[in-house]
């Protein structure tokens, strides 16, 4: 298990063959890769603040949890902070299982829960100034599944 939050950009298709690298059980690899979307094309940047520390300990407990539920070989989590422009990778996901569905489904599940619970906050900034990113009851919904 993997968990990183960071300001720096990363490579996702070097990442994934890193993590798939070396591994032994796995039979299915499952990515994503989620990028800073501007839906109204007036977003200029997405600010991202974090608890040092808290939020590594709350994404790994999650993880953690995911590896027990799915039966994970590995996972690997990356999620950035900082000052981020639109269409950059914001976070990365990686599952390894001995099958799709349970790669799948892990990595489902540990979106959903960076979504809804990771202890980010997100401020979207353009150009009629800056808005805090409120939780969305679909992100809640989501998450209800697990």
């Known amino acids: 298990m993997a968990v990183r939050v960071q300001s720096a950009p990363f490579d996702a298709g070097a990442e994934q063959a890193q993590f798939a690298a070396g591994l032994r059980q796995a039979g299915a690899v499952v ?3 989620g990028l800073v979307r501007d839906n109204g094309g007036t977003l ?28 994970l070989e590995a996972a690997l989590v ?16 990686a ?13 489902e599940f540990l979106m959903d829960y960076l979504k809804s619970r990771a202890p980010f906050w997100k401020k979207e900034i353009g150009a009629g100034g800056a808005v805090w990113v ?9 998450l209800r599944r697990w």
């Open 31 to 33: 990515t994503f890769t």
């Open 44 to 71: 200029a940047a997405m600010e991202i603040e974090h608890y040092p520390g808290m939020t590594e300990r709350a994404i790994a407990a999650m993880v953690e949890q995911a590896q027990a539920r799915f039966g």
């Open 78 to 93: 990356i999620h950035r902070h900082g000052r981020l422009l639109p269409q950059e990778a914001i976070m990365m996901v």
């Open 95 to 107: 599952t390894a299982a001995p099958h799709r569905a349970d790669a799948f489904a892990a990595a």
């Open 134 to 142: 409120a939780a969305k009851d679909a992100d809640e919904d989501a």
